[in-house]
């Protein structure tokens, strides 16, 4: 008695039927009708053959020729570019909406994007005809021809394939094109334009005679010390030790660069130095006493009231010193610094020098500072600085002779208390306090010269120059944007244009003579065209809807195919069949016999090749 199990097994309805039969050889037989087509031309109208708008020899050789001039343009433009130092932009960018850098990249991408397109095309119609044209000689394997997508539009997905099918040329060109859109082929950037021009110096070397009061060196004073606790640079016509005659010039909100003039100026040297020895004496009477000997031997005694506050620090004139033994405007200083936890004392001995140079000074458009100041010779003119009075010997511009004038002397007494106080302000800034600078040997000499100079060099512009008005030669340096075509990229874009158009015309020139003789009256690829192709040639009864692409191949494997040199069909090529591979005698009965059953049995198979289930278990 079976039992239910085996009738779930063994009943071709039930859900865990199974198929106990041995497999079967596959079912290779068909019928081809394309023996009854009728030839073209004898019933209707023979079309002509379908030639792709991009495989057209005349399109062809245009886009090729484009491509080529494209490269040969480049390298042109490339050389124009390096001959006239780039191309004009506008120094301000039109497009407000968007970078220059977005434009350098845009620009060229619309010139070659359209191009690289146009090849992509031309690869595209080689390879949507390349199977047609592997099937025109005849003995073609299914993989080569009828299962395999030529025409993926992502050219690296068919590399592959290309090699395989050799047109790999043809997309390797495509691929390469494709590339020149993300070539950064532009930059953007700034050139010295120099153009010659001419400016008003208001400024001469001269004394002002109305240095006595002393409100241009309260000033200078007063912008020293700003610039330690606010952290400013040099003034206008101001850089380090240098101080040149100012001079106007128009200004553009959009023009940068420098303007270069031929003037005079004037170099200041603080001229400062440790002492060889210096001491500190302090006493219970609050008398502390400091004695310091200078490199060139001059000595001073000075007293200071230790209790009055933990740090102290001022600046004192060293008569009889040198040959400055004139009023103490003009001697040596001295600067002097002590805290009294730990007990620390440091000093510096100043005597200030300057001299009167033509120079060549270029200041920057936007803000009149001093980008660079060049010595051209020594001022040869006589003048009431370098003669008499002054004779070349500058003020200290610290210590001025006593005046009755109570506002000139609370500028003296401001300006000989404020320069020492930025000074040791400036030490209290650094990393490691005013500790640190004291245990350097050097910490309070470096503060000191730079502090010191910045205040004498302002106090030189408005003591040592006097007003004027005279026209002098200049050159404008403007840094106006330019535009440059990079060489590397250049050479490499315009090798790929030419070398690409001589590929593509040569290969669609092969390409052009290899197809003459394929007859295709419609365009291929569509669903429709398929079908009117192989509808007649009877191997489609070897392939079901179902089959996934390995059933494909493995239902075709074995037969070779060609193009019917009569009606352009998809047929087999009998000829190429292995006799091996050929249906017996027997197997042909039985398939005419299963035929001729029509809807009463049905054949139930696995696949296209699999094995054939009986009719009833």
Request: glycine letters at 6%; a neutral charge; charged letters at 15%.
């Amino acid at each position: 008695m079976t039992s239910p199990r085996q009738v779930q097994f063994n009943d071709i309805s039930s859900p865990g039927f199974r198929d106990t039969n041995p497999p079967r050889p596959p079912r290779i037989s068909f019928r081809s009708s394309v023996g009854l087509i009728p030839t073209p031309g004898t019933v209707s109208k023979r079309h002509p053959t379908y030639e792709p708008v991009l495989l057209r020899y005349w399109v062809v050789s245009l886009g090729c020729a484009l491509l080529a001039a494209l490269g040969i343009a480049l390298e042109i433009v490339r050389k124009v570019s390096i001959n006239n130092n780039g191309f004009h932009v506008p120094e301000k960018n039109v497009f407000s909406f968007t970078s220059a850098q977005f434009l350098t990249s845009f620009f060229p991408a619309l010139i070659f994007v359209p191009l690289a397109l146009m090849v992509h095309g031309f690869d595209w119609s080689i390879r949507l005809w390349h199977p047609y044209l592997i099937l025109s000689r005849g003995n073609a394997a299914a993989d080569e021809t009828l299962l395999v997508d030529y025409v993926g539009y992502f050219p690296p997905s068919n590399v592959q394939t290309h090699a395989y099918s050799r047109i790999w040329v043809d997309g390797d060109g495509g691929i390469a094109v494709s590339t020149t859109s993300r070539i950064h082929l532009l930059r953007q950037t700034v050139f010295a334009n120099h153009v010659a021009a001419s400016v008003q110096s208001t400024r001469a070397i001269g004394l002002n005679p109305n240095i006595a009061d002393l409100s241009a060196f309260a000033a200078s004073a007063g912008f020293a010390e700003s610039a330690v606790y606010n952290r400013l640079g040099d003034p206008p016509f101001v850089l380090g030790g240098w101080a040149t005659a100012e001079f106007v010039f128009l200004s553009d909100p959009y023009l940068n660069g420098t303007m270069t003039v031929n003037t005079t100026g004037i170099q200041t040297n603080a001229n400062c130095a440790v002492p060889n020895q210096a001491s500190v004496t302090l006493s219970n009477t609050d008398a502390s006493t400091v004695s310091a000997t200078s490199i060139d031997g001059c000595s001073l005694q000075l007293t200071f009231t230790a209790s009055a506050a933990p740090q102290q620090y001022g600046v004192v004139n060293v008569p009889n010193c040198g040959v400055n033994t004139a009023g103490p405007a003009f001697q040596p200083v001295f600067f002097w610094f002590w805290q009294q936890n730990p007990n620390r004392f440091a000093g510096v001995f100043c005597q200030p020098l300057i001299t009167l140079f033509d120079v060549t000074a270029s200041a920057f458009l936007s803000n009149n500072s001093l980008a660079n100041v060049t010595r051209v010779d020594n001022y040869p003119k006589a003048n009431n600085v370098s003669g008499l009075p002054l004779n070349g010997v500058p003020y200290n511009g610290l210590i001025f002779d006593t005046s009755t004038n109570t506002n000139v002397q609370s500028r003296a007494n401001a300006i000989r208390s404020g320069i020492p106080n930025a000074i040791y302000r400036q030490a209290e800034q650094a990393p490691g306090g005013p500790d640190s600078v004291f245990q350097d040997p050097n910490g309070f000499l470096t503060l000191t010269r730079q502090v010191y100079t910045r205040h004498l060099s302002l106090a030189t512009t408005s003591n040592y120059f006097i007003s004027t008005n005279q026209t002098v030669p200049a050159v404008l340096t403007r840094l106006v944007p330019r535009l440059f075509i990079e060489s590397l990229p250049a050479h490499f874009l315009a090798f790929l244009c030419v070398a690409v158009a001589a590929v593509t015309f040569g290969l669609h020139t092969w390409h052009y003579r290899q197809r003459r003789d394929i007859f295709l009256a419609h365009e291929p690829g569509s669903i429709g065209s398929a079908v009117a192709l192989t509808s007649h040639s009877g191997f489609g009864e070897l392939l079901m809807p179902y089959d996934d692409s390995a059933a494909l191949s493995r239902a075709l494997a074995s037969l070779r195919f060609c193009l019917d040199r009569r009606t352009g069909a998809i047929v087999v090529d009998d000829s190429a069949v292995s006799d091996a591979e050929q249906l017996s005698a027997r197997g042909v009965r039985d398939e005419t016999m299963m035929t001729l059953m029509g809807n009463g049995q049905r054949h139930q198979r696995e696949d296209s090749s699999g094995a054939e289930t009986p009719p009833g278990s």
